[in-house]
Each structure stands twice: as C-alpha cells, then as structure tokens.
C-alpha cells in the first residue's frame, strides 16, 4: 500500500486556520465543519479563531482510509 507523507513535518505549520485546512484536505469549508461537529475533526480555539492541528488532520485521514 502506498504511503502518504504525513503533515506536520518541521517545514509544515502546526496550527492551520480553516481555509488552509481545507487546502490541505481538498474538501470544501461546509465539509470540514460537518466533520468539526461531528467531532470526527479537533480543533482548537485561540481568541475567536478556530485551529485544525496538522496532528488532528493526521489522525482525521487515518481514521477516514480504515
């Protein structure tokens, strides 16, 4: 099986807003909060702004490819 290369490395960000989280994910904004609230995605809330972990993204895509 292929491997992917898992965000988060050094020369990655470790917090990303929303929009980059999308970029990330190739899924649109509406998506990525049906999975926030169904909490199948962490975030992290930082004054009003609302972060996706790279580590959260890592553990989102492998708990969607089993």
Known sequence: MEQHKRMGDSSDMYLLSIPEACKRL???????????????????????????????LNEFIESVEQ
């Open 26 to 56: 190739g899924i649109g904004h509406w998506a990525i909060y049906q999975q926030i609230q169904n909490r199948n995605l962490k975030t992290v809330k930082i004054g009003k702004r609302r972060l996706v972990s790279t580590r959260s």
